[in-house]
């Protein structure tokens, strides 16, 4: 069966949903270096990271029935650009030559995986 355009955009809305996941573990790690374990941001931050991985698990199981594993698992690692993403828009942190210089070389593995499809 080949994927379809609204498949792969599903995939993707997968993994963007999983990449958040990296925001709400930092967001708590935060609280907590702030408030310790009695700090409620703790728990609401570990709530939300764990509700984000259920929603992630059946979305990710739903779309990837419709790719080859190793397409699907290929197309994973673009979590790493939303990631990156993330981490300079929430939290301010530098993007350095070698962050855009990893980030490409994933992009074009994924085309590369893409390609053979």
């Given at each position: 069966?080949?994927?379809t355009?609204?498949?792969?955009?599903?995939?993707?809305?997968?993994?963007?949903?999983?990449?958040?996941?990296?925001?709400?573990?930092?967001l708590?790690?935060?609280?907590f270096?702030?408030?310790?374990?009695?700090?409620?941001?703790?728990?609401?931050?570990?709530?939300?990271?764990?509700?984000?991985c259920?929603?992630?698990?059946?979305?990710?199981?739903?779309?990837?029935?419709?790719?080859?594993?190793?397409?699907?698992?290929?197309?994973?690692t673009?979590?790493?650009?939303?990631?990156?993403?993330?981490?300079?828009?929430?939290?301010?942190?530098?993007?350095?030559v070698?962050?855009?210089?990893?980030?490409?070389?994933?992009?074009?593995?994924?085309?590369?995986?893409?390609?053979?499809?």
């Open positions: 069966m080949k994927a355009l609204k498949d792969y955009i599903l995939l993707h809305i997968s993994i963007l949903i999983f990449s958040f996941t990296s925001v709400f573990t930092k708590a790690s935060i609280e270096n702030k408030n310790g374990i009695r700090g409620i941001g703790l728990y609401l931050f570990l709530f939300l990271m764990f509700l984000n259920a929603i992630y698990a059946v979305a990710w199981q739903k779309t990837i029935r419709k790719f080859e594993l190793s397409i699907a698992y290929a197309q994973k673009v979590y790493l650009i939303w990631s990156q993403l993330w981490a300079v828009l929430f939290f301010h942190e530098a993007l350095s070698k962050n855009i210089i990893g980030l490409v070389i994933v992009f074009v593995g994924v085309l590369v995986v893409q390609k053979y499809e």
